[in-house]
């Protein structure tokens, strides 16, 4: 099911359909191949005040210095519809963060500590919003998905806008890919790409399977 089929689904209280998933620690909310695929619209009806954004390889690729002209578009039309922005990222380098920040119109957490929760919940402090409106992007399973399920906010995972990574990032990487096997992509069903052989693999949770677990 499409979260589109949820959009009215938003509760009384505020809370954002959709748990996190119940598969695993790192399951994602929902699975997509970019920033793209997510409509700010449809976020926005489903009750979601408030987006994270990892930055790198999320919004800008690894190597490059700036956010692509997509990534730059969407969070403008995100804005647009009334959603706040902030990115939310472990990458150090105050300068090229700022830069990113600065092009994306939106603060910035600096040295998250991903998968450590702290980062997140300063950015949600900052913004006034509370776990429940707000979803994290991201690319990484163990820093992004676990950070947003240990800080107990849904995640949107997308593939990596590049296929270069830091060192310690690459044997991540094929952890990654085995656990994601058979996860299908929202609106694409199942991949056919090893499902099933991966008996802990997480399943992308269904929109409005129940509130969020507690942090
Ligand atoms: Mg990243």
């Not at 700036?66 to 578009?73: F, Q, S």
């Not at 500590?113 to 994290?136: C, D, F, S, W, Y």
């Not at 991949?191 to 129940?210: I, L, M, Q, V, Y």
Request: charged share 25%; aromatic share 4%.
């Amino acid at each position: 099911m499409s979260a589109a089929g949820n959009a009215n689904s938003a509760n009384a209280s505020g809370r954002v359909p959709g748990a996190q998933g119940r598969d695993g620690l790192w399951a994602p909310w929902r699975r997509v191949h970019a920033l793209r695929d997510l409509d700010p619209a449809e976020l926005e009806a489903l009750g979601v005040r408030l987006v994270l954004l990892d930055r790198d390889n999320t919004c800008v690729p690894r190597g490059e210095t700036d956010p692509t002209d997509e990534v730059v578009a969407w969070c403008a039309e995100a804005r647009g519809v009334g959603l706040a922005l902030a990115l939310v990222s472990n990458n150090w380098d105050r300068e090229g963060l700022e830069r990113t920040s600065s092009q994306l119109e939106c603060p910035v957490v600096s040295f998250a500590m991903k998968p450590l929760p702290h980062g997140l919940r300063r950015a949600m402090a900052e913004a006034g919003v509370p776990r429940e409106q707000t979803i994290l992007v991201g690319d990484q399973l163990f820093t992004d998905v676990l950070a947003g399920r240990l800080a107990g906010v849904r995640v949107a995972l997308v593939d990596p806008q590049s296929e270069r990574d830091l060192f310690y990032a690459k044997p991540m990487r094929k952890v990654e890919r085995r656990l994601l096997r058979g996860v299908p992509y929202e609106g694409e069903g199942e991949t056919g790409d090893g499902a099933g052989s991966a008996p802990s693999a997480p399943r992308a949770s269904e929109p409005g399977e129940g509130d969020l677990p507690e942090p």
